[in-house]
């Protein structure tokens, strides 16, 4: 039986939450290492040696050291494949599953992080309006994939996760989602799982 995932991360809403969230749906247990990230703990020689590039999320699970969100979420999903949280290779949909996949972790990450820097790291609201403008093309895209559909590919996977909580973000950013009820209603569906319950609140 493998160990605990050994995750380290800041805060309940960074990117760990996209492991914490996955863990939940395959019932795996974690044990938490929040680093003290205004005391710059993340760039010491000491966490370095467990995510090179002094960021969080990374874990720890049977000797095995894993940086970066997706990467992780990907590597856990195909290690518990039982549970069906991917489209896997020889899968019709396996293409377009990373596609989107990386729209998410690359597109829709990239689109979001400025929001973030804007409305809690450096407060400046003319810049926070200029990156939510920056982002609505994006969230039209996710809107239009969505009409008619519960989830972005065939069945529930970590493209669900990662986008959940990129939405998650944007929304505590003040984007509004009103002009887009498709992605609206996967938001609302995307909080609903069980999983996902007080996920950001801790
Ligand atoms: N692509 C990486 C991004 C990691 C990242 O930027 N993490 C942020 C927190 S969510 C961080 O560690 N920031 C600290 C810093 O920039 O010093 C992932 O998904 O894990």
Redesign the pocket.
Known sequence: MSESIQLY??VSF???S?VRWLANELGLSIEEHRLD?RA?E??GAEYRKINP??????IVQDGVTQ??????CLHLAETHRGAQLALFEGEPGRAEFLSWYFFA?STL?AAT?PLMVYKMFQPDPAMLEASTQRLMPHLATLDRRMLGREWVCARFTIVDILLGHGLELQQRCDVNFAEYPALAAYHARLKARPAAAGLFAR
């Open positions: 991360s800041f960074d990117r760990g996209r990230a710059g993340h760039r590039t002094g960021l969080v999320p990374a940086f970066d969100s997706a990467a992780i972790a990450d992080y």
